[in-house]
């Protein structure tokens, strides 16, 4: 009959052997994981689809911000370049130049009051002296 002290020596070399051989037992293990993740793969092919479709989403969806920023980008410089040109026609009916400075001020103000005409017009008419129209 096996006594409690045989099992606990048995069990103390089979440890000992763990600790010696390790690299044996993870090798052997990573195959068996691997074999239970991917044994059912119908389930793996639907993940995988879903991944492609979420991912395929996610470009699609970035590839509309940027077309959406650029289209943003290019209506804020036409409008730049609208109100530059209006101004500088009202200041060549005054035989008046508008000079760099008054450009840079200009643009600066479309850059913090772009999105509100009503305010952007008042500050531009009161720098140049002319109204403008929204």
């Avoid at 009959?1 to 010696?20: G, H, N, P, R, Y």
């Avoid at 993870?26 to 195959?31: E, F, L, R």
């Avoid at 980008?73 to 009202?90: L, S, T």
Wanted: charged residues 35%.
């Amino acid at each position: 009959m096996i006594t409690w002290l045989a099992i606990k020596a048995f069990f103390k070399k089979v440890l000992s052997w763990c600790k010696k051989y390790w690299q044996i037992l993870v090798g052997a293990a990573i195959p068996v994981v691997i074999w239970v993740l991917t044994r059912d793969s119908s389930s793996m092919d639907k993940v995988l689809e879903n991944a492609r479709e979420n991912h395929k989403k996610e470009i699609d969806a970035i590839n509309d911000s940027h077309k959406n920023e650029i289209r943003q980008r290019d209506k804020a410089q036409d409008e730049y370049f609208r109100i530059i040109e209006e101004i500088q026609d009202k200041y060549r009916d005054d035989k008046k130049v508008l000079d760099e400075k008054k450009q840079s001020e200009i643009k600066s103000l479309l850059e913090k009051h772009g999105d509100d005409p009503d305010t952007l017009s008042k500050k531009i008419s009161d720098l140049t002296g002319f109204s403008l129209d929204p």
